[in-house]
C-alpha cells in the first residue's frame, strides 16, 4: 500500500479540483517527504494509475500561453471510497518502519570502533539538521494561519521520533567507547 496514493486522494478530496503541480506543492508545504516516504516524481504515475482505475477523473486540460499543457484532476465517488478504505487501514496498522539503519546496525561488529563512531557523529549532525529545519518550518507554519493544525502535529511527532533516535545514538557512542558495543 503506497502513502502517495491515500496522500493523493486526500488532497483531491480537501479541494474540489487540482492539477499535479498544484497537489504537489500542497504536500511539499505539508513536508509530507519527511513523515510518508514519498518521491515527489511519482505522483503524475499515480494520478494516471489512479485515473485508470476510476478512482480520479480529469475535468480539464489547461494551456497556458507557452507553458506545457495541466491536467486537472477530480477524486470520484470511487476514489472517495478507496480514500475512506485506505485511511481506516492506516490507522489501524501499526508497522515497522524500515530504516537502512537497522540493516547497517545488524552488522556494526563489521567496522571498526572509530568508523562506528564516526558514522553516529554523522548521524547525530544529520537528525540534528533535520530536526532544526522541521522546527524552522513548524515555526513558519504557525505564523500562517492557513495551515492545518494536525499538519503541524505530523511535523512534530516527525521531529520527536527524531530527538529519540539521536538521544539512543548518544547512549550506544557511550557503550562503544566503553567497549560494551559491537
Same mark, same amino acid.
Given at each position: 500500500m503506497s502513502s502517495i496514493r491515500v496522500l493523493i486522494l486526500g488532497v483531491l478530496k480537501q479541494r474540489d479540483t @487540482?492539477?499535479?503541480y498544484e497537489l504537489r506543492r500542497e504536500l511539499e508545504t505539508w513536508n509530507a517527504e519527511q513523515w510518508a516516504n514519498i518521491a515527489y516524481g511519482s505522483i503524475y504515475f499515480s494520478l494516471n494509475k489512479m485515473t485508470q482505475e476510476g478512482l480520479v477523473e480529469v475535468v480539464a @486540460? =489547461?494551456?497556458i500561453n507557452n507553458r506545457p499543457a495541466r491536467t486537472v484532476y477530480r477524486i470520484t465517488e470511487k476514489g472517495i471510497e478507496e480514500f475512506y478504505r485506505l485511511l481506516r487501514e492506516y490507522w489501524k496498522d501499526v508497522k515497522p518502519v524500515i530504516d537502512p539503519f537497522q540493516v547497517a546496525l545488524t552488522f556494526i561488529n563489521a567496522l571498526p570502533k572509530d568508523e562506528i563512531l564516526g558514522y553516529f557523529k554523522h548521524r547525530i549532525n544529520?537528525?540534528?539538521? @533535520?530536526v532544526e529545519l522541521l522546527c524552522d518550518e513548524n515555526s513558519?507554519?504557525?505564523l =500562517? /494561519?492557513?495551515? /492545518?493544525r494536525h499538519i503541524l502535529e505530523n511535523l512534530r511527532l516527525a521531529a520527536d521520533h527524531m530527538e529519540t533516535e539521536i538521544r539512543w545514538i548518544e547512549r550506544a557512542i557511550g557503550k562503544v567507547e566503553r567497549d560494551e558495543l559491537p
Open positions: @487540482i492539477h499535479g @486540460i =489547461d494551456q544529520a537528525l540534528n539538521g @533535520i513558519n507554519k504557525l =500562517d /494561519p492557513g495551515t /492545518p
